[in-house]
Protein backbone atom coordinates (compact mmCIF):
# COMPACT_ATOMS: atom_id res chain seq x y z
CA UNK A 1 0.00 0.00 0.00
CA UNK A 2 1.28 3.38 -0.70
CA UNK A 3 -0.28 5.31 1.97
CA UNK A 4 0.20 8.48 1.77
CA UNK A 5 2.64 10.40 -1.21
CA UNK A 6 4.24 13.32 -0.67
CA UNK A 7 5.98 15.34 -3.27
CA UNK A 8 8.67 16.66 -3.94
CA UNK A 9 10.69 15.69 -1.16
CA UNK A 10 13.14 18.75 -1.93
CA UNK A 11 12.22 22.19 -3.33
CA UNK A 12 14.25 25.61 -3.98
CA UNK A 13 12.35 28.90 -5.13
CA UNK A 14 12.59 32.25 -4.77
CA UNK A 15 10.91 34.61 -3.67
CA UNK A 16 7.53 35.41 -5.00
CA UNK A 17 7.47 32.09 -7.18
CA UNK A 18 4.57 30.08 -6.26
CA UNK A 19 4.45 26.60 -6.26
CA UNK A 20 2.05 23.35 -5.46
CA UNK A 21 3.36 20.51 -2.84
CA UNK A 22 0.98 17.10 -3.82
CA UNK A 23 -0.49 14.91 -1.75
CA UNK A 24 -2.70 12.19 -2.52
CA UNK A 25 -3.46 9.16 0.16
CA UNK A 26 -5.11 5.58 -0.90
CA UNK A 27 -6.57 4.96 2.57
CA UNK A 28 -9.90 6.40 1.82
CA UNK A 29 -9.57 8.85 4.60
CA UNK A 30 -12.11 11.60 5.09
CA UNK A 31 -9.62 14.03 7.15
CA UNK A 32 -6.27 15.38 5.71
CA UNK A 33 -4.26 17.88 6.87
CA UNK A 34 -0.79 19.82 6.30
CA UNK A 35 1.71 20.71 9.20
CA UNK A 36 4.90 22.48 9.09
CA UNK A 37 7.51 21.61 10.92
CA UNK A 38 10.60 24.43 11.82
CA UNK A 39 12.96 23.53 14.49
CA UNK A 40 11.59 23.94 18.17
CA UNK A 41 7.98 24.68 17.46
CA UNK A 42 6.74 20.80 16.46
CA UNK A 43 4.33 20.05 14.20
CA UNK A 44 1.95 23.25 13.25
CA UNK A 45 -1.30 22.40 11.15
CA UNK A 46 -1.84 24.82 8.30
CA UNK A 47 -4.78 23.45 7.13
CA UNK A 48 -7.48 20.62 7.18
CA UNK A 49 -10.03 18.98 5.45
CA UNK A 50 -12.91 16.85 6.52
CA UNK A 51 -13.91 15.54 3.22
CA UNK A 52 -14.45 16.33 -0.33
CA UNK A 53 -15.23 20.05 -1.25
CA UNK A 54 -14.79 20.97 2.79
CA UNK A 55 -11.32 22.50 3.98
CA UNK A 56 -10.63 24.73 7.14
CA UNK A 57 -7.87 26.86 8.76
CA UNK A 58 -5.28 25.81 11.02
CA UNK A 59 -2.38 27.40 13.64
CA UNK A 60 -0.63 28.84 10.94
CA UNK A 61 -2.98 29.01 7.26
CA UNK A 62 -1.66 32.84 5.78
CA UNK A 63 0.54 32.55 2.78
CA UNK A 64 -1.00 29.03 1.95
CA UNK A 65 -4.23 27.83 0.11
CA UNK A 66 -5.91 24.40 -0.26
CA UNK A 67 -8.86 22.49 -2.05
CA UNK A 68 -10.17 19.17 -1.83
CA UNK A 69 -11.62 18.38 -4.92
CA UNK A 70 -11.57 14.30 -4.16
CA UNK A 71 -11.13 12.10 -0.92
CA UNK A 72 -7.82 10.89 -2.02
CA UNK A 73 -6.09 14.40 -3.00
CA UNK A 74 -5.22 17.26 -0.79
CA UNK A 75 -2.75 20.15 -2.55
CA UNK A 76 -0.97 22.70 -0.77
CA UNK A 77 -0.09 25.95 -2.67
CA UNK A 78 2.34 28.64 -2.08
CA UNK A 79 1.39 31.74 -4.18
CA UNK A 80 4.29 33.83 -3.52
CA UNK A 81 6.47 32.38 -1.65
CA UNK A 82 8.59 33.94 1.23
CA UNK A 83 11.56 32.75 2.80
CA UNK A 84 9.61 32.84 6.65
CA UNK A 85 8.04 29.49 4.20
CA UNK A 86 11.20 27.59 4.83
CA UNK A 87 10.38 24.94 6.24
CA UNK A 88 9.65 20.67 6.55
CA UNK A 89 6.15 20.64 4.86
CA UNK A 90 3.92 17.22 6.22
CA UNK A 91 0.72 15.73 4.48
CA UNK A 92 -1.05 13.54 6.65
CA UNK A 93 -4.25 11.63 6.56
CA UNK A 94 -6.32 10.54 9.56
CA UNK A 95 -8.54 8.01 10.51
CA UNK A 96 -10.17 7.72 14.22
CA UNK A 97 -7.55 10.23 14.74
CA UNK A 98 -4.47 7.98 14.07
CA UNK A 99 -2.42 10.16 11.45
CA UNK A 100 -0.41 8.78 8.53
CA UNK A 101 2.38 10.50 7.45
CA UNK A 102 3.87 11.59 4.17
CA UNK A 103 7.77 11.27 3.62
CA UNK A 104 8.26 15.43 4.14
CA UNK A 105 9.04 18.42 1.72
CA UNK A 106 12.01 20.48 2.45
CA UNK A 107 11.44 23.22 1.11
CA UNK A 108 13.73 26.11 0.91
CA UNK A 109 12.94 29.91 -0.05
CA UNK A 110 15.44 32.37 -1.24
CA UNK B 1 -7.18 27.44 24.09
CA UNK B 2 -6.05 24.06 23.68
CA UNK B 3 -2.47 22.79 24.19
CA UNK B 4 0.26 20.29 25.08
CA UNK B 5 3.17 20.37 26.24
CA UNK B 6 6.37 18.32 26.56
CA UNK B 7 8.94 17.85 28.72
CA UNK B 8 12.01 17.63 28.48
CA UNK B 9 12.49 19.75 25.38
CA UNK B 10 15.91 17.47 24.82
CA UNK B 11 17.82 14.75 26.73
CA UNK B 12 21.03 13.16 26.14
CA UNK B 13 21.69 10.17 27.89
CA UNK B 14 23.73 6.54 27.94
CA UNK B 15 23.13 3.68 25.79
CA UNK B 16 21.26 1.38 28.64
CA UNK B 17 19.71 3.75 31.01
CA UNK B 18 16.01 4.27 31.05
CA UNK B 19 14.05 7.50 30.22
CA UNK B 20 10.76 9.31 30.86
CA UNK B 21 9.13 11.75 28.77
CA UNK B 22 6.28 13.68 29.79
CA UNK B 23 3.40 15.26 27.95
CA UNK B 24 0.81 17.34 29.51
CA UNK B 25 -2.61 18.62 27.94
CA UNK B 26 -5.57 21.10 28.56
CA UNK B 27 -7.71 20.23 25.77
CA UNK B 28 -11.44 20.40 25.49
CA UNK B 29 -13.27 17.40 24.67
CA UNK B 30 -10.23 14.78 25.05
CA UNK B 31 -10.79 11.72 23.37
CA UNK B 32 -7.30 9.90 22.78
CA UNK B 33 -3.81 10.78 22.95
CA UNK B 34 -0.89 9.60 20.79
CA UNK B 35 2.71 9.28 20.52
CA UNK B 36 4.81 9.76 17.67
CA UNK B 37 8.52 8.60 16.87
CA UNK B 38 10.12 11.05 14.61
CA UNK B 39 13.57 10.31 13.01
CA UNK B 40 14.68 11.64 9.31
CA UNK B 41 11.46 11.72 8.10
CA UNK B 42 8.11 11.00 8.81
CA UNK B 43 6.51 10.71 12.32
CA UNK B 44 5.23 7.02 12.98
CA UNK B 45 2.37 5.98 15.30
CA UNK B 46 3.85 4.38 18.42
CA UNK B 47 0.30 4.35 20.80
CA UNK B 48 -2.67 5.31 21.31
CA UNK B 49 -4.28 5.81 24.52
CA UNK B 50 -7.58 6.29 25.38
CA UNK B 51 -8.61 5.05 28.99
CA UNK B 52 -6.78 5.97 32.51
CA UNK B 53 -4.42 3.96 33.86
CA UNK B 54 -4.37 1.32 31.30
CA UNK B 55 -0.92 0.86 30.04
CA UNK B 56 0.33 0.07 26.77
CA UNK B 57 3.92 -1.64 26.10
CA UNK B 58 5.69 -2.17 22.77
CA UNK B 59 8.94 -3.76 23.37
CA UNK B 60 11.59 -1.84 25.57
CA UNK B 61 8.71 1.33 24.90
CA UNK B 62 5.44 1.88 27.65
CA UNK B 63 2.74 4.63 27.99
CA UNK B 64 0.21 5.01 30.10
CA UNK B 65 -2.70 7.90 30.63
CA UNK B 66 -4.16 9.89 33.35
CA UNK B 67 -7.36 11.88 32.41
CA UNK B 68 -7.02 13.18 36.06
CA UNK B 69 -4.20 14.72 35.97
CA UNK B 70 -4.10 15.64 32.38
CA UNK B 71 -1.21 14.11 31.09
CA UNK B 72 0.77 10.99 29.94
CA UNK B 73 4.19 9.41 30.44
CA UNK B 74 6.58 7.31 27.40
CA UNK B 75 9.17 5.36 29.54
CA UNK B 76 12.33 3.38 27.08
CA UNK B 77 13.89 1.44 29.03
CA UNK B 78 17.60 -0.24 28.17
CA UNK B 79 17.91 2.49 25.77
CA UNK B 80 19.41 1.70 22.03
CA UNK B 81 21.11 4.22 19.58
CA UNK B 82 18.38 3.22 17.06
CA UNK B 83 15.99 5.42 19.93
CA UNK B 84 17.72 8.49 19.31
CA UNK B 85 14.66 10.54 17.52
CA UNK B 86 12.01 13.22 18.24
CA UNK B 87 9.30 12.40 20.17
CA UNK B 88 5.86 14.28 19.71
CA UNK B 89 2.86 13.92 21.86
CA UNK B 90 -0.64 14.71 20.39
CA UNK B 91 -3.63 14.86 21.33
CA UNK B 92 -7.39 14.06 19.60
CA UNK B 93 -10.64 16.13 20.65
CA UNK B 94 -13.77 14.26 20.07
CA UNK B 95 -16.61 16.08 18.12
CA UNK B 96 -15.97 13.72 14.54
CA UNK B 97 -12.69 15.31 12.70
CA UNK B 98 -10.94 17.36 14.36
CA UNK B 99 -7.09 18.43 13.94
CA UNK B 100 -4.53 16.97 16.33
CA UNK B 101 -2.64 19.14 18.50
CA UNK B 102 0.78 18.47 18.83
CA UNK B 103 3.29 19.62 21.80
CA UNK B 104 6.61 20.60 20.30
CA UNK B 105 8.32 16.84 20.82
CA UNK B 106 11.27 16.21 22.63
CA UNK B 107 14.64 15.43 20.98
CA UNK B 108 16.03 12.08 22.75
CA UNK B 109 19.84 11.64 21.62
CA UNK B 110 21.29 8.37 22.99
CA UNK B 111 24.53 8.15 23.07
CA UNK B 112 27.16 5.12 23.62
Known amino acids: NAGVTQTPKFQVLKTGQSMTLQCAQD?????MSWYRQDPGMGLRLIHY???????DQGEVPNGYNVSRSTTEDFPLRLLSAAPSQTSVYFC?????????FGQGTRLTVV | EDKVVQSPLSLVVHEGDTVTLNCSYE??????LLWYKQEKKAPTFLFML????IEKKSGRLSSILDKKELFSILNITATQTGDSAIYLC????????????FGKGTRLSVIA
Open chain 1, 49 to 55: SVGAGIT
Open chain 1, 27 to 31: MNHEY
Open chain 1, 92 to 100: ASSYRGEAF
Open chain 2, 90 to 101: AVVRAGGNTPLV
Open chain 2, 50 to 53: TSSG
Open chain 2, 27 to 32: VTNFRS
